[in-house]
């Protein structure tokens, strides 16, 4: 270790009220008679920097005499305390720990740039302070607070700080140089007890004394506040103003920030470098009560919470509004609000799932195991008394079974309604949904026979209720509902209709199903023949298995039957037919080119298709595609020639 800072230094000036850690450090300077201010740093300090924040506090008190420590000198000569409350606990080790054993003397501290936020570039005094130190004290000396950057008076004198000599502007002190005040009179020697200062005009004097009072008071509890305490005041304090959400948001911070600007005036806050722009930033208010993100702008907190209660006191204080809250709903169990079921109006339920909602309500869903019915309720904060403000989300199972099985029972949506003591409306409405249209003479859904029988014909077609309602545009359920009423009719086919595609929504699942059913049919029919199985399971699951498990189909179906087309003939024939409609296409002139595409496109659909799906037996229709195709050139030839022809042909008009 260096031997030179264990030296315990000879003296060292005592401390004045209120005075800055750099004057102290200066007045040593003086006393000790050194000529360069480096050194006099050296000595006492271990280092050169600068002393607006002390470093290496641990080891500095250890050399100066007496029994001052570094927390004396943090908390009653630095502004370092106005900080420290807002620091959450990571940040406030790391600066502090820079002020009292900064290892690296050579490295700028973290606390640096926080500081600079605090405390003002220039050095102020106030006349009044420096005519009575010099008189008390017989020397100048700095106070802290008079640094404070967003106030402008004096704590004591409430009279404007100065920063320059009023006669030749001079600065009083400067920082870099180390030259501050010691005598009352500036560096060219005009005397300062001879001036008298103003004080502050009207509207800036009562925010400049709020921000003394609520400063001085910060700075007393600097020590017990704590970052996670006041987070916690004023997070409650604004949601007691209404400020934030029950979630515990901002609520419309631009309301907020209008409101906190018409409280203290656009004047007052541009003064302390609060622009309505600065205010509005994206989440500003927000980062700034929450301590995150953003280094502490004391002033804003400070008038924050001036704003929401009367004075940083009041605000640290005052008992919190009661923000505890009660659970909404209570702890349970609740009741089932299903009269049809056996815990009705029994606390059966245990659970509840709350929701906050974006308008601050909070909802409560509640469902009875027992019955499956499930209701909301809503709950409101201002009100105590809850009020029971049910809603039904699902009636569950056993309402709608009731339902369902009174009405088989009936017949009749009267009877149901009545017997079950609901309204009829309520009956009309459910019952469509339970069972499909209803088959009532009623009913306004009533089939005729000879609907009925074209439900039947196509699904005997199709074998597929999807399929069915498709193609006549009807409710699937309704298809369902008179298929299985005319089941016997079907149940010859084989017709396992239970794995109706209906209810099979994966595909993986369908087809399991689907081979299922082919396998069936084929250990029940002998020598089935492609077409037959088609006619048996039905066109649109025999198409939907050849296009999704095609591989499956050919090994387990019999083969394709060999003689089903004579594809040279059918290629001759198509290589004709193709050869035709070229030559029409150019005959017509056409003004696009005849493209291959648009040679197919003049054929029949299951051409196209075979051409597609068979080239390879196809050869020759392709070859008089190719043959007929026009290429670029030729059709820009004969774009030309049509466009001359039209002309010549309205010149033959003129
Ligand atoms: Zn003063
Ligand atoms: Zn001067
Ligand atoms: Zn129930």
Redesign the pocket.
């Known amino acids: 270790m260096n031997t030179q800072i264990e030296n315990k230094l000879a003296f060292f000036p005592t401390p004045y009220l209120e005075e800055d850690f750099r004057s102290i450090i200066y007045r040593y300077h003086v006393r000790s008679l050194h000529i360069s201010h480096e050194r006099t740093k050296k000595e006492v300090l271990g280092y050169k920097g600068n002393t607006t924040l002390p470093r290496n506090l641990n080891e500095i008190t250890e050399r100066i005499p007496g029994n001052v420590t570094s927390d004396d000198i943090i908390y009653n000569h630095t502004l370092f305390p106005l900080l420290k409350p807002f620091l959450n606990e990571h940040l406030m080790d790391k600066v502090y720990r820079d002020l009292v054993s900064h290892p690296d003397l050579n490295k700028s501290i973290n606390a640096k740039n926080y500081i600079k936020h605090i405390v003002s570039d220039e050095i102020r005094y106030c006349l009044d302070c420096i005519r009575e130190d010099y008189n008390n004290l017989g020397e100048v000396y700095i106070h802290r607070l008079h640094q404070c950057k967003y106030i402008f008076v004096c704590y004591k004198h409430k009279k404007i700080l100065l920063s320059n000599c009023p006669i030749c502007e001079t600065p009083l002190a400067e920082q870099k140089r180390f030259t501050f005040l010691g005598q009352p009179c500036c560096s060219n020697g005009h005397n300062l007890l001879d001036f008298k200062v103003s004080s502050l005009h009207e509207e800036n004097h009562f925010i400049q004394e709020a921000l003394l009072e609520d400063t001085s008071f910060l700075l007393s509890k600097a020590r017990s506040l704590t970052h996670d305490y006041l987070k916690v005041k004023y997070l409650s304090w604004l949601y007691s103003k209404q400020y934030i959400t029950l979630l515990g948001e901002l609520f419309q911070p631009r309301a907020f920030v209008d409101d906190f600007i018409n409280f203290f005036s656009t004047e007052v806050l541009d003064k302390l470098g609060m622009t309505e722009d600065y205010l509005r930033v994206k989440n500003r208010i927000w980062y700034q009560i929450n301590f995150k993100k953003e280094v502490p702008n004391v002033a804003l907190l400070l008038l924050i919470s001036r704003f929401i209660c009367s004075s940083f006191e009041c605000f640290i204080n005052k008992s919190l509004p009661n923000v505890s809250s009660i659970i909404p709903f209570g702890t349970g169990p609740w009741i089932?609000e299903?009269k049809y079921?056996l815990?009705?109006k029994k606390l059966?339920i245990k659970s509840c799932i709350r929701k906050v909602s974006r308008k601050d309500r909070i909802t409560g869903t509640f469902c009875?195991l027992?019955?499956g019915?499930t209701y909301v309720r809503s709950w409101d904060s201002q009100d105590i008394a809850e009020k029971i403000n049910v809603s039904v989300v699902d009636h569950g199972h056993l309402w709608n079974d009731l339902i369902v099985s009174t009405y088989e029972r009936t017949c009749s949506i009267n009877k149901t309604a009545t017997e079950l003591k609901l309204t009829r409306e309520i009956v009309k409405k459910y019952l469509p949904l339970l069972v499909g249209e209803i088959d009532s003479p009623y009913s306004s859904n009533h089939y005729s026979h000879q609907q009925v029988q074209a439900i039947l014909e196509t699904y005997s077609q199709y074998k597929s209720y999807r399929g069915t309602a498709r193609k006549l545009g009807v409710n699937r359920n309704t298809v369902k509902k008179y298929v299985l009423l005319n089941l016997p009719k079907f149940e010859n086919e084989l017709l396992l209709d239970e794995i109706a595609v209906t209810a099979i929504d994966y595909q993986e699942e369908r087809v399991n199903a689907c081979r299922n059913k082919i396998v069936s049919i084929m250990s029940t029919v002998n020598n089935l023949k492609r077409s037959h199985l088609r006619k048996l399971i039905g066109y649109s699951t025999y198409r939907f298995m050849l296009k999704v498990d095609r591989d499956w189909m050919d090994e387990v179906l019999p083969p394709v039957s060999p003689h089903a087309l004579n594809w040279d003939l059918v290629d001759k024939e198509l290589s004709e037919h193709i050869k035709e409609k070229a030559l029409s296409l150019y005959k017509q002139n056409i003004t696009i080119r005849i493209s291959k595409e648009r040679i197919k496109k003049s054929l029949e659909s299951f051409q196209r298709s075979r051409l597609a799906r068979r080239p390879e037996k196809l050869p020759l229709s392709i070859a008089v595609i190719e043959q007929y195709e026009e290429n670029k050139e030729d059709y820009q030839v004969r774009k030309k020639l049509s466009k001359e022809s039209l002309r010549k042909g309205t010149d033959d008009i003129n």
């Open positions: 089932c299903n079921c815990s009705y059966s009875c027992a019955c019915f």
